[in-house]
């Protein structure tokens, strides 16, 4: 699960020069997070009509990541080659793969932000914040990368109140550590120092 929020209004009326917009929702993880299924795409079409843009169409991909043909995009949405450009409601990973089929100009109305999972239908948010080099088990599967407000490989900074993050509204990810750590016998993990990441393993490679 990509876990993607909403860009503010006003942003995405900045970014959207053109006038003639097509909107394209995806049916996976941005409708999950109710960011960009079908009842947010709609709304965002109201909005931008109101703000004086010609919503030529929307649709809602099953996936915008994964698309099969563009052709069969093309010719369930006459619309879009009519539209100046396309506003996405998907990750980064939608809107970039969209954005090398269409040939014009291609918007995201979302930022993409970690990733995240679904336990009993629930959307949980920040598990993984996609560092290239995993030690996540040195945490007893809580990543303080990305659930840490300071991404503390060793901690925790000694901030927390009552369990609270010093930074945020957030619970301290160091607390929930320690505790999982506990739960499984696995306390000496907090004895060791743990070395910065290998980010050589975050330089992006031609595939
Ligand atoms: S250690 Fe890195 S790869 Fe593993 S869960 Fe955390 S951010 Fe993701
Ligand atoms: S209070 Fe806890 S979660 Fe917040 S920055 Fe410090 S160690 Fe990290």
């Known amino acids: 699960m990509i876990i993607s929020r909403q860009k503010e209004f006003n942003d995405i009326l900045q970014m959207l020069a053109e006038k ?20 947010e795409v709609k709304d965002m079409k109201n909005r931008l009509e109101a703000a004086g843009k010609n919503i030529t169409g929307w649709t809602v991909l099953s996936s915008a990541c994964s698309i099969r043909s563009w052709e069969e995009v093309l010719s369930v949405n006459l619309e879009i080659e009519k539209s100046d450009a396309l506003l996405v409601m998907s990750c980064g990973g939608g809107v ?23 336990v009993c239908n629930e959307v949980v948010t920040e598990q993984c914040g996609m560092c290239g080099d995993c030690t996540i088990w040195l945490y007893g599967g809580i990543c303080p990368v990305i659930q840490c407000a300071k991404g503390l490989l060793n901690g925790p900074c000694g901030g927390a109140v009552e369990g609270k993050c010093e930074i945020d509204e957030r619970l301290c990810a160091w607390d929930k550590i320690f505790e999982r750590l506990k739960e ?3 306390l000496q ?5 743990n070395e910065p990441k290998n980010y ?5 490679v031609k595939p």
């Open 184 to 186: 499984h016998k696995k």
């Open 189 to 193: 993990n907090l004895e060791k120092i």
């Open 96 to 118: 970039s793969v969209i954005s090398g089929f269409a040939g014009k100009e291609v918007y995201p109305a979302l930022d993409t932000v970690s990733l995240g999972g679904v």
């Open 20 to 39: 003639n917009v097509f909107i394209i929702g995806c049916g996976k993880c941005a409708k999950k997070q109710r960011v960009g299924g079908e009842p």
């Open 200 to 204: 050589m393993k975050k330089v992006r």
